[in-house]
């Protein structure tokens, strides 16, 4: 059993930065992390996602070189960095867990309950 709580979602202007947090307890060892967002009317869809060591991370190409992953496994939590935030980027974001860094949300089987990201232009 594995628990997923994000956090710092929030207001930002365009252009901007945030940092979201995912905090995991329960079953983390060997587990990879991703983030998906969800946007009104829209299907959930992958933002990122990292290995367990690190060693992998994959991006959506509408997030490439603007959102960093990342994770510490010491403190079982897993980062996402969003920089250069665009009007197309307000979103719930999900932290989920895979046994791989894979772009496919059928890999995921375990999902926090979101956090908001609101970008005004």
């Known amino acids: 059993q594995v628990q997923l709580v994000e956090s710092g979602g929030g207001l930002v202007q365009a252009g901007g930065s945030l940092r979201l947090s995912c905090a995991a307890s329960g079953r983390t060892f060997g587990r990879a992390m991703g983030w998906f967002r969800q946007s009104p009317g829209k299907k959930r869809e992958f933002v990122a996602a990292v290995s367990y060591r690190s060693t992998r991370t994959t991006y959506a190409d509408s997030v490439k070189c603007r959102f960093t992953i990342s994770r510490d496994n010491a403190k079982n939590t897993v980062y996402l960095q969003m920089n250069s935030l665009k009007p197309e980027d307000p979103a719930v974001y999900y932290c989920?867990?895979?046994?791989?860094?894979?772009?496919?949300?059928?890999?995921?089987?375990?999902w926090g309950q979101g956090t908001q990201v609101t970008v005004s232009s």
């Open positions: 989920a867990q895979s046994f791989s860094a894979s772009a496919n949300e059928g890999d995921y089987d375990a």
